[in-house]
């Protein structure tokens, strides 16, 4: 059975840094184009940035752009969302999803297109 598990999320103080990791389990990740999305109560779910299962493409939201870095290590069959200078505004669950892409550089941000999904962690930022 696929599982995706997310980890490394909790409160932290405007301008930190948090480390998200995403751990895959009964299927290898290294075929698998990863995303991570967050939603903060009442919004919509947001596509925060993906990387395709050759690690070759990676996309960001704007919002995000310059200070998370999403990046994939096949040996641990983990992907990891590095988030820098954090504001209140990333405040979110955040989820990890995982898709076999139609070719190995393809990277999405659209939430429909994977069919993988985390439970979820909780990332806030707060003073």
């Known amino acids: 059975q696929l599982q995706l598990v997310e980890s490394g999320g909790g409160l932290v103080q405007p301008g930190g840094s948090l480390r998200l990791s995403c751990a895959a389990s009964?299927?290898?990740?290294?075929?698998?184009?990863i995303g991570w999305f967050r939603q903060a109560p009442g919004k919509e779910r947001e596509g925060v940035s993906c990387?395709?299962?050759?690690?070759?493409?990676?996309n960001y939201a704007d919002s995000v752009k310059g200070r998370f870095t999403i990046s994939r290590d096949n040996a641990k069959n983990t992907v990891y969302l590095q988030m820098n200078s954090l504001k209140p505004e990333d405040t979110a669950i955040y989820y990890c999803a995982a898709e076999l892409p139609a070719v190995r550089a393809m990277c999405v941000k659209t939430g429909s297109w994977y069919n993988n999904w985390g439970q979820g962690t909780q990332v806030t930022v707060s003073s």
């Open positions: 009964g299927f290898t990740l290294d075929y698998y184009a």
């Open positions: 990387i395709s299962s050759s690690g070759g493409t990676t």
